[in-house]
Structure formats: structure tokens, C-alpha cells
T-cell receptor, first 112, second 115 residues
Framework: ELKVEQNPLFLSMQEGKNYTIYCNYS?????LYWYRQDPGKSLESLFV?????AVKQEGRLMASLDTKARLSTLHITAAVHDLSATYFC????????????FGQGTTLQVKP | ETGVTQTPRHLVMGMTNKKSLKCEQH?????MYWYKQSAKKPLELMFV???????ENNSVPSRFSPECPNSSHLFLHLHTLQPEDSALYLC??????????????FGQGTRLTVV
């Protein structure tokens, strides 16, 4: 059974600082997603990573994928308060294209 | 707005009630999904429909009954639920699960409370 684990689960950081959220998964996958969820809101798609070594950047967020290590990272550069949210990674197992398996989520709190 | 609309947004029901959650997508997608989001747990995939056919039932109790009359609409019929079924129920849709770059778009969710 595919397991997706994120760490840390909670992150409190100061504005202007950098940090990385990690997402490990337990079986082969050909795609990985990062989503953002604000309190009481739906999930918003941030990145789709499709191949080993893929790197995508949007504003202060950069995501990367290492399929050999079964690891994805979401790097936050010079955090701002607006980035406070819960971030989820999700993986589609290679054996089942219809199943999106989520990590537990990382709640990010950026303090002024 | 993601193009996926869920109703109602909030629902309180007794354990003997029957209710239904509705999801509608305006994106022309072929696949639709139900997820359950409980406090302090990962999102749990419940059901997947692809071209109106159920392709995944993730060992969901029979008190949850999905229905997909067409590719744009998905229902979740609820019957004799338990308090531990209280959660946020999220609907999602995607163009084609088989395509490598497909993305899932989520609705706002229905916050269900079973009393």
C-alpha cells in the first residue's frame, strides 16, 4: 500500500526566513502534486511534477522531485504571511492512474 | 472558483437521517472523486468514477453510496451515519486519470456533522 509522509506536520516561521517541507512516498510513482489549503477552503493546485529531477517555481515556492529517492521538497524562500496555509503533497501510484494519495499535510504559520 | 461546485456547504444530520451531497463540475472532465478529510488525518480517497463508471471503492462502508449519473454530476448518498463520519467531504474532478499531466480540481467541500 502506498504511503505518503510529510514532515514537518507543523511549521512556525518568521517572515523573511527560508524553509523546506519534505514529502516521502513508499512506492513508484510517475507524478506528484503539491496543493495548498487555506482554513475552511478547498485545495488549490500548486505544482505538478512528472519526472525525475523536475523543478518548478512559482513566486516564493519551489518544488522538486527525486523519483529515485521517492522524495519531493517544497522550498519556501523569504516567507511572507500570505503563505500561511496547509500544504499537501499527493502521489499517483504507477500501478493505478486513478488514485491520488495524500500526505498528512504541513501547516505553515508565518509570523510577522 | 475551481469549476467544481459542492452543495450543501454545511450539513448537520442525525444518525437515522438520509441525506445526499451533490457535486457538479463545469470543466468538461471525465473523472470525478469523493474524498473525506477528517481532523488530523490525511485526505482519504473514497470513490473514483471514470466516464461514469466506478473504478475505485476504497473499502468504504455501505452507509455511503455514490452515484454518478453523468460525467458532470456526482452524488454521495448518506444513510445511518455514525458520529465518526463527521468530516469535510471533498469532491474533485480531472480530465483523464490516465494522462500524465492531468490535475485534480477540488470543490469547496461539504462540512458534515453527524449528531
Amino acid at each position: 500500500e502506498l504511503k505518503v509522509e510529510q514532515n514537518p506536520l507543523f511549521l512556525s516561521m518568521q517572515e523573511g526566513k527560508n524553509y523546506t517541507i519534505y514529502c516521502n512516498y513508499s512506492t513508484t510513482s510517475d507524478r506528484l502534486y503539491w496543493y495548498r489549503q487555506d482554513p475552511g477552503k478547498s485545495l488549490e493546485s500548486l505544482f505538478v511534477l512528472l519526472s525525475n529531477g523536475a523543478v518548478k517555481q512559482e513566486g516564493r515556492l519551489m518544488a522538486s522531485l527525486d523519483t529515485k529517492a521517492r522524495l519531493s521538497t517544497l522550498h519556501i524562500t523569504a516567507a511572507v504571511h500570505d503563505l500561511s496555509a496547509t500544504y499537501f503533497c499527493a502521489v499517483v501510484p504507477s500501478s493505478n492512474t486513478g488514485k491520488l494519495i495524500f500526505g498528512q499535510g504541513t501547516t505553515l504559520q508565518v509570523k510577522p | 472558483e475551481t469549476g467544481v461546485t459542492q452543495t450543501p456547504r454545511h450539513l448537520v444530520m442525525g444518525m437515522t437521517n438520509k441525506k445526499s451531497l451533490k457535486c457538479e463540475q463545469h470543466l468538461g472532465h471525465n473523472a470525478m472523486y469523493w474524498y473525506k478529510q477528517s481532523a488530523k488525518k490525511p485526505l482519504e480517497l473514497m470513490f473514483v468514477y471514470n466516464f461514469k463508471e466506478q473504478t475505485e471503492n476504497n473499502s468504504v462502508p455501505s452507509r455511503f453510496s455514490p452515484e454518478c449519473p453523468n460525467s458532470s454530476h456526482l452524488f454521495l448518498h448518506l444513510h445511518t451515519l455514525q458520529p465518526e463520519d463527521s468530516a469535510l467531504y471533498l469532491c474533485a474532478s480531472s480530465q483523464d486519470p490516465g494522462r500524465l499531466n492531468t490535475e485534480a480540481f477540488f470543490g469547496q467541500g461539504t462540512r458534515l456533522t453527524v449528531v
